[in-house]
């Protein structure tokens, strides 16, 4: 069920206004707007929104990530969770990878995807036939509306992370799957203003195993995967960073994959053997409904 952002009440399809507070419908570029009236009229929302349009727009014509490895992420993603979804939403679309796959594999389901980048939704529309929607994380305007929710590297540019968190409960079906990949204890100093990190709101927080199970706990989820993922030869571990080891490590890794991009291909249990993962995936359930702070106690 699609919802007033602005009241939460039920909000009809095609309607343009919502019938309990008359909230108003808007359009950019042909992507529907569902931000409350209070996000429109925040000012440090609105400079969080100019600056995710700043970043993706100098991703989309510079890509931070090399293509290879996104693309290895993504098909990785997809193979954490099976089974059929008739009604999937991607939150945090960027260049569209995993989007697209997720079209290719789900031919015939309903997929929908939700960004706080208007330049990110525009240019997924052009390649990849999806409903997408500009509204916060925080505040996704659905009930109970979905059976699979896609999250890829987007935990940690939220403000408040429990709060898309129990969006993301409230979207779900009943027993709706989660599926979040975030930076595995990412090194925050790239993301210091003091040492020149050109973005305002870049990554906000980091993560462990503990502190992602204990807010998809707090948030009606249980756990049902943990995967450690995203390699590069640069992070190896320790021991093989000199001597003998370090020159097996390296003609093997070469051998396999010419492209250092392509070390995120290995299977899990190897990369996590050798190299310190950069990112975590938590498959998740949606477990209970969590509408007050009772739920604790």
Same mark, same amino acid.
């Given at each position: 069920?699609?919802?007033?952002?602005?009241? *939460?009440?039920?909000?009809?399809?095609?309607? $343009? @206004?919502?019938?309990?507070?008359?909230?108003?419908?808007? @359009?950019?570029?042909?992507? +529907?707007?569902?931000?409350?009236?209070?996000?429109?009229?925040?000012?440090?929302? +609105?400079?969080?929104? @100019?600056?995710?349009?700043?970043?993706?727009?100098?991703?989309?014509?510079?890509?931070?990530?090399?293509?290879?490895?996104?693309?290895?992420?993504?098909?990785?993603?997809?193979?954490?969770? $099976?089974?059929?979804?008739?009604?999937?939403?991607?939150?945090?679309?960027?260049?569209?990878?995993?989007?697209?796959?997720?079209?290719?594999?789900?031919?015939?389901?309903?997929?929908?995807?939700?960004?706080?980048?208007?330049?990110?939704?525009?240019?997924?529309?052009?390649?990849?036939?999806?409903?997408?929607?500009?509204?916060?994380? @925080?505040?996704?305007?659905?009930?109970?509306?979905?059976?699979?929710?896609?999250?890829?590297?987007?935990?940690?540019?939220?403000?408040?992370?429990?709060?898309?968190?129990?969006?993301?409960?409230?979207?779900?079906?009943?027993?709706?799957?989660?599926?979040?990949?975030?930076?595995?204890?990412?090194?925050?100093?790239?993301?210091?203003?003091?040492?020149?990190?050109?973005?305002?709101?870049?990554?906000?927080?980091?993560?462990?195993?503990?502190?992602?199970?204990?807010?998809?706990?707090?948030?009606?989820?249980?756990? $049902?995967?943990?995967?450690?993922?995203?390699?590069?030869?640069?992070?190896? *571990?320790?021991?093989?960073?000199?001597?003998?080891?370090?020159?097996?490590?390296?003609?093997?890794?070469?051998?396999?994959?010419?492209?250092?991009?392509?070390?995120? +291909?290995?299977?899990?249990?190897?990369?996590?053997?050798?190299?310190?993962?950069?990112?975590?995936?938590?498959?998740?359930?949606?477990?209970?409904?969590?509408?007050?702070?009772?739920?604790?106690?």
């Amino acid at each position: 069920m699609l919802l007033c952002p602005n009241c *939460r009440s039920s909000y009809p399809e095609h309607a $343009t @206004e919502c019938r309990g507070c008359g909230w108003k419908l808007e @359009e950019i570029e042909g992507i +529907k707007v569902f931000l409350s009236n209070s996000d429109k009229q925040d000012n440090f929302f +609105k400079e969080y929104i @100019e600056n995710y349009r700043e970043i993706s727009i100098n991703d989309i014509h510079h890509g931070f990530v090399d293509t290879s490895y996104l693309e290895n992420q993504a098909d990785k993603l997809l193979n954490y969770y $099976t089974g059929k979804h008739e009604d999937i939403l991607e939150v945090g679309v960027g260049q569209g990878f995993l989007l697209r796959k997720l079209r290719e594999r789900y031919q015939f389901s309903r997929i929908t995807a939700v960004d706080i980048s208007l330049p990110f939704l525009t240019n997924a529309l052009k390649q990849i036939d999806v409903n997408c929607l500009f509204a916060n994380a @925080e505040n996704l305007p659905f009930s109970n509306a979905f059976d699979l929710i896609v999250a890829s590297d987007i935990l940690e540019h939220v403000i408040n992370p429990i709060d898309f968190l129990l969006s993301s409960n409230y979207s779900l079906k009943s027993d709706g799957c989660l599926v979040l990949r975030v930076p595995f204890e990412d090194n925050m100093l790239q993301y210091s203003k003091l040492l020149g990190c050109k973005y305002k709101f870049a990554h906000l927080r980091n993560f462990s195993k503990r502190n992602l199970v204990v807010m998809l706990s707090q948030a009606g989820f249980k756990v $049902t995967q943990i995967h450690y993922d995203g390699y590069y030869a640069y992070s190896r *571990r320790p021991p093989f960073r000199r001597g003998v080891l370090k020159n097996i490590f390296e003609y093997c890794i070469n051998s396999v994959y010419p492209n250092e991009n392509d070390v995120s +291909k290995i299977p899990n249990w190897i990369g996590l053997m050798l190299m310190k993962p950069l990112e975590i995936v938590i498959v998740a359930k949606k477990d209970k409904n969590v509408s007050d702070m009772n739920y604790l106690f």
